[in-house]
């Protein structure tokens, strides 16, 4: 019997961790996890523990010297010569680095989050599920020979991998994080079967630099990635214009098989790595879009990852309850329950919300609205342009 919607998750995930000083906390997780108990959301039927990713599966997308790499890393070994010889470094595998540290067990930490993307995948292809929510997912950064910005196994890009392997399937990747999703990009830029569509900070003033409007594939791939680079400063309504505006014409011109989201939330006003000015508000429209599309497309298939957000208190564990409560078709809450802020408030370093969605004056208007609302429409015209899906 199929279930309507599963989360995948165990407290294994929190294993990927770079250490007590990296921005990318798993903390955040377990703050996420625990938001969603309290608040009356998750029940034992939801829940899926994730399984490793095994070595074959990780190589659909990921070359083998680099997976062999990150498991000696992991281990404490010397670093392997790199496929095109020279000098053994971590640094040729884009490991060692200040983005993407050493940990140890890196491997087995990796491939669980990958196995659990994987796994959500799985369980909505087959049937045995509605929509699935892999909450550690979301590693969109990383490349098929190296790591790059704190993502070592591209769990996104395996997912699609198989999913075109399995069932050539045709798959819309949408992703709403405020950092370009290269990675996904890339390793399927040729690939008519995959729509990759981006919106995100523009990468002028941004890691990882990529995703401008001319970024559109190659080969029969041309037209098939779909980078609407957001000014600094956007805010939730014109976020929310372009998205409505792209999303229903893209998904329902492509005839996708099954989305996935990926979900980031380091657009919010209060994150302190990105430039954007989004709210709440924001996380709890772009999964009513994106489920409404995939019922209306691909019979509700939807897979959602998490992804960026690092400011962990007051943002992400709201953002992706909100997620989950959409997907999982239950009522949007109003209201922190008093038991987590009870619970978490002596540790934050700032006054924890007591609402899901911020306030509509919580944040100082923007200077330059009217500006950036009409430099992103020219963005969204110019970026739609260069598909096949537009006339």
């Known amino acids: 019997m199929k279930d309507r919607a599963v989360i995948v998750y165990s407290p294994e995930v929190l294993r990927y961790r770079f250490g007590p000083e990296h921005p990318f906390d798993p903390l955040r997780l377990r703050m996420t996890w625990d938001l969603m108990q309290e608040s009356g959301l998750l029940r034992p039927e939801h829940v899926r523990a994730p399984q490793p990713a095994t070595e074959e599966e990780l190589a659909l997308v990921h070359d083998r ?20 010889g020279g000098e053994p470094s971590w640094e040729s595998f884009g490991l060692g680095t200040e983005d993407t540290p050493i940990f140890p067990d890196m491997h087995e930490a990796s491939a669980l989050i990958t196995g659990g993307t994987l796994m959500a995948a799985r369980l909505v292809m087959e049937g045995k599920a509605e929509h699935a929510f892999s909450l550690a997912g979301g590693l969109h950064h990383a490349q098929r020979h190296m790591a790059s910005g704190f993502c070592v196994y591209n769990d996104i890009g395996v997912a699609i991998a198989w999913l075109r392997k399995e069932f050539d399937a045709r798959v819309a990747y949408i992703d709403t994080d405020a950092h370009h ?11 008519p079967g995959v729509l990759t569509i981006s919106f995100h900070e523009t990468g002028k003033y941004l890691y990882p630099g990529t995703g401008d409007i001319h970024e559109r594939g190659t080969g029969a791939g041309y037209g098939y990635s779909v980078n609407v680079p957001l000014e ?6 014109s976020w929310l214009e372009l998205l409505h505006q792209a999303l229903p014409i893209l998904i329902s011109r492509f005839e996708p098989d099954i989305i996935i989201s990926q979900n980031g939330c380091d657009g919010h006003h209060l994150d ?13 429209e772009i ?45 949007i809450p109003e209201v922190i329950p008093d038991r987590w802020l009870e619970r978490w408030s002596p540790y934050s370093p700032d006054l924890l919300p007591d609402r899901f969605i911020d306030a509509p004056d919580a944040f100082p208007p923007i200077p330059r609205r009217v500006e950036i609302e009409n430099r992103n429409r020219i963005t969204l015209r110019r970026a739609l342009m260069g598909t096949p899906f537009y006339t």
């Open 65 to 84: 010297h680099y997976i062999e790499a990150v498991k000696r890393a992991g281990q404490g070994d010397e670093p392997p010569v790199p496929p095109g």
């Open 181 to 191: 999703g290269d990675g996904v990009q890339w390793l399927f830029y040729d690939d």
């Open 232 to 237: 600094p400063f956007t805010e939730d309504d």
């Open 272 to 284: 302190p790595l990105t430039h954007l000015s989004a709210t709440t508000r924001l996380y709890r």
């Open 287 to 331: 999964p009513k879009l994106v489920h409404q599309l995939a019922h209306e497309a691909c019979d509700g298939r939807w897979v959602a990852v998490g992804g960026g957000g690092y400011e962990i208190w007051r943002v992400v564990p709201r953002a992706w309850t909100l997620l989950w409560a959409e997907l999982s078709h239950q009522p």
